[in-house]
């Protein structure tokens, strides 16, 4: 069956500016967590969704937004770019059951801040 | 507060052994672990549950202390493809999100 999609792959933005990610999770699953992934800081987690609630947020600003709809897609929104945004953004999914199983992750959208 | 991993890095030659190390500063209710290959995604390896179990995929096992709050991942006689970024990650409840550790970067070489 399909993977985990995110769209787009690669995007240049500009300070100030705004972006919209997207992920798709594998069918049937319906938690949705996503991750910053820079050289220096790691995998820091944003936020978890199910069933188009939020169910964990991480230590982001609230420049960092998102939200799950009901066919379990996802889209993260950041405002307001600065360059520190500068980072490849990790979508995963899973059944959505508590720690049962793990995370699929997709290849990723990374984002260019000029 | 991100769980520590330790080596930060190691490289191996094909069929050495390595042990990575995972501690965190809180209690936990579970553990993961995920290899990530240089430009891929990272992919799961295991989870283990609190209990102190430990589980093994092919030659790669990994073992959980919940009282001491440290997780370890064995590699044995390891392959060229074992080579990439460990991660481990940790929720402290059923409820909490999954962290990730700060990541162990291996290579292996001929």
């Known amino acids: 069956k399909a993977g985990v999609t995110q769209t787009p792959r690669y995007l240049i933005k500009t300070r100030g500016q705004q972006v919209t990610l997207s992920c798709s999770p594998i069918?049937?699953?319906?938690?949705v967590s996503w991750y910053q992934q820079t050289p220096g800081q790691g995998l820091q987690f944003l936020f978890e969704y199910f069933s188009e609630t939020q169910r964990n947020k991480g230590n982001f600003p609230g420049r960092f937004s998102g939200r799950q709809f009901s066919n379990s897609r996802s889209e993260m929104n950041v405002s307001t770019l600065e360059l520190g945004d500068s980072a490849l953004y990790l979508c995963?999914?899973?059944?959505?059951?508590?720690?049962?199983?793990?995370?699929?992750f997709g290849e990723g959208s990374r984002l260019t801040v000029l | 507060q991100q769980p520590v991993q330790s080596p930060q890095a190691v490289i191996l030659r094909e069929g050495e052994d390595a042990v990575i190390n995972c501690s965190s500063s809180?209690?936990?209710?579970?553990v993961h672990w995920y290899r990530q290959k240089h430009g891929e995604a990272p992919v799961f390896l295991m989870i283990l549950l609190k209990g102190g179990e430990q589980k093994g995929h092919e030659k790669i096992s990994a073992s959980f202390n919940e009282k001491k709050q440290q997780s370890s991942l064995y590699l044995t006689a390891s392959q060229l493809s074992y080579s990439g970024t460990y991660f481990c990650a940790a929720r402290e409840s059923t409820a909490s999100k999954l962290t990730f550790g700060t990541g162990t970067r291996l290579q292996v070489t001929l």
């Open positions: 809180k209690a936990l209710y579970s």
């Open positions: 995963a999914s899973s059944l959505g059951h508590r720690d049962t199983g793990e995370l699929f």
């Open positions: 069918s049937g699953h319906r938690s």
